[in-house]
C-alpha cells in the first residue's frame, strides 16, 4: 500500500481488503447453525466506513507493518466494533431499527440471535489475533490490547457509562471521559495494532500515537453529535436526531453547534501535531494525517 | 496439591482458591464504573459448583502444571462459563429469574447491565489468559482453543441449536450434538487447557482426553436432565421443570428417567475407561476420575 496513491483510491482499497478478509475470516453462511452464521455475515458484511481497519493500516504504514497482520488485526477489531453495534442496538439498549442503512440484527433475525451474534463474533475476533503469522509475542500483545480496550474498563465501561447519563446534565470532562472509553478505546487499539503489527513500540511512540488516538476519538464523536443534529436518517444510514430524542448528552447540546464544530477543528490540528513526533519517518504519517481530515469533514 | 488429599477436601480447596483467583482477577466494585463491575463480580462470585475450574485442576494434576498458570486458566474459563449463564437467563433466551439461588442479573440489576455483564466477562476472561507466567507460545495456545470453544462453532453454536429446537423433536444424536456444543466444548476447552498448561500434547494425549471430556459433558447434560425432572428448585438453586415447561427436548422426554439414569453411569465407565491411556502415569488421572463420579452422582 504506496503513500503515492491518492487517499481517496487508499481508503477503497483498504475498504475493499478489509470486506474480503472479513468475508474469509467468518464462518460460511452454510456452516452449521446456518442461522447463526448467517447473521454474523449479515452484522459483519456489506457496509460501515470502516474506520478502525483504516487506522490499523495507516498506522501500520508508518512501520511498514507486513500487510497479511494487518488485514488479521483490521478485521478483529471491526468484528468488535460490529458485535458492540449489535448489542448495542437491542431493545434493552438503544432500540434502535436501523443501522449502516439495514434493519439491525434484533429486527431481521430475533433478539436472542442478536445476543448471540455479538457474543460469537467477540471470540470469532479473538480467535482471529490468536492465530496467523505474527510471532507469538505480538500476538499476545495484540490480543491484550484488544481485550483491554474491549472490556470493562474501556469499550463495556463506556456503554455502562453512557446508559446511566440518559437524562444526566454531564458537564464537557465527564462527556469527553465517556467517550473516551465508549469509542475512543477501540480506536485507540486500531491505531496501536497497526502499528505493533510493525514493531516493538517504544513508550515514547505509544504515547504519540496516544495523544493521536485521543484527538480523533474525541473528533469521531462532536462530528457524530453534529450530524445527528444536522443530518437526515438518510444520509447516516441510521436514525438521526436519536440522542437528542433519547435525552441523552450530546457535544450539540452542551457547546451548541458552532463550538461543536470549532472544536473538531482543533481536535484535528491536535492530531495532526501527535504526528510530529514522527517526522523523521518521512511521509510515513500521511496517512494517520488524511484519517483525521477525514473524520472532521465527513458528512455522514 | 497432592494426589493423597481425599477428593472432598481437594474439591473445597480448587473452589476456595477459585475463588479467591476470580475475586482479584476481577475489577474491584469501586473501580469505575462501579455498577457495571458491581454486577460483574455478583455474576461471578460466590456460588457454582465451579465444575470447569475443577477440570482445569485435575487435568493440571495429570501433567504436574503449575497452580499459578492452573488459577489463571481456570478463573479464564468460568468468567466464559458465568458469562453464558448471564447472557441465557436474560428475557430474549430463557427468561430465568432465578440462578445459584440468587436472583439472575437482569433481575437484580436490569437488561442492560446485564448485557454489558456478559460482554465485559468475555473480554476479561481473553485478558487474563493473555498474561500471566505461562510462556507466550502456550498463552497463544490457550487463547486460542478458549475462543474456538466459545464461539459460533463451539458454545454460542451450541445455543443457537438449543433455541432453534425448542418444541422440536429432536433424535438422540441430534441432542447430543447440541449439547455437545453447548455445553461440552467448555468442558472440553477446561480439561485441555489444564493439560496445556502442564505440557504441549501430543495427538494421542488430546484424543484421549477429548474422549474423557465427550463421555462427562454427556453425563453432566443427563444428570441435569434428570434433576430438572426429579430434584426441586431450593436444591438446585436455578427454576426445576423449567425444560419441560418449555418444551425442550431433554434426555428424560427422550429416554425416560430410567434409561437415562442408566446411560449417565454407562458415560461414567466411558470416561473412566478413555483415562486408561494414562494409566503410565500411575495415580495422576485420580482426580479426573473422581471427577467423572462427581458429575453422574450430584444432587443438585
Known amino acids: 500500500m ?4 491518492p487517499f481517496d483510491d487508499w481508503l477503497k482499497r483498504v475498504q475493499h481488503e ?4 472479513l468475508a474469509s475470516f467468518l464462518p460460511a453462511a452454510e456452516t452449521l447453525p446456518m442461522r447463526l452464521h ?3 455475515r449479515y452484522a459483519v458484511l456489506g457496509g460501515g466506513k470502516r474506520v478502525r481497519p483504516l487506522l490499523v493500516f495507516a498506522a501500520g504504514a508508518l512501520f511498514d507493518a507486513p500487510s497479511a497482520v494487518l488485514l ?24 434502535d431499527a436501523l443501522r449502516r442503512g439495514k434493519a439491525t440484527v434484533h429486527v431481521a433475525y430475533d433478539e436472542a440471535t442478536a445476543l448471540l451474534v455479538g457474543d460469537a463474533l467477540q471470540s470469532q475476533a479473538f480467535l482471529l489475533l490468536s492465530e496467523g503469522d505474527a510471532d507469538p509475542q505480538t500476538r499476545i500483545a495484540m490480543l491484550s490490547l484488544l481485550a483491554r480496550a474491549s472490556g470493562s474498563q474501556g ?21 469527553e471521559q465517556m467517550h473516551h472509553l465508549k469509542t475512543g478505546a477501540l480506536l485507540r487499539a486500531a491505531v496501536l495494532l497497526g502499528a505493533m503489527a510493525g514493531k516493538a513500540l517504544t513508550d515514547e511512540e505509544i504515547q504519540a500515537l496516544d495523544r493521536y488516538a485521543r484527538a480523533i476519538g474525541l473528533a469521531f464523536q462532536v462530528v457524530d453529535d453534529v450530524l445527528d443534529a444536522t443530518a437526515d436518517s438518510a444520509t447516516l444510514g441510521k436514525t438521526a436526531g436519536k440522542d437528542a430524542a433519547d435525552n441523552k448528552p450530546t457535544y450539540v447540546s452542551l457547546l451548541g453547534l458552532e463550538s461543536s464544530r470549532a472544536l473538531a477543528h482543533q481536535l484535528r490540528n491536535d492530531a495532526h501535531a501527535a504526528l510530529d513526533a514522527f517526522a523523521h519517518r518521512g511521509a510515513g504519517a500521511q496517512r494517520l494525517r488524511e484519517i483525521a481530515d477525514l473524520i472532521v469533514e465527513r458528512k455522514a
Not at 504506496?2 to 496513491?5: C, E, G, I, P, R
Not at 478489509?18 to 478478509?21: L, M, P, Q, V, Y
Not at 469499550?155 to 455502562?160: D, R
Open 2 to 5: 504506496t503513500v503515492s496513491l
Open 18 to 21: 478489509t470486506e474480503g478478509a
Open 38 to 40: 448467517d447473521a454474523m
Open 72 to 95: 488479521r488485526a483490521a478485521a478483529a477489531v471491526e468484528m468488535i466494533h460490529a458485535y458492540s453495534l449489535v448489542h448495542d442496538d437491542m431493545p434493552c439498549m438503544d432500540d
Open 155 to 175: 469499550m463495556c465501561g463506556g456503554q455502562a457509562i453512557d446508559l446511566a447519563s440518559v437524562g444526566q446534565a454531564l458537564t464537557q470532562d465527564q462527556l
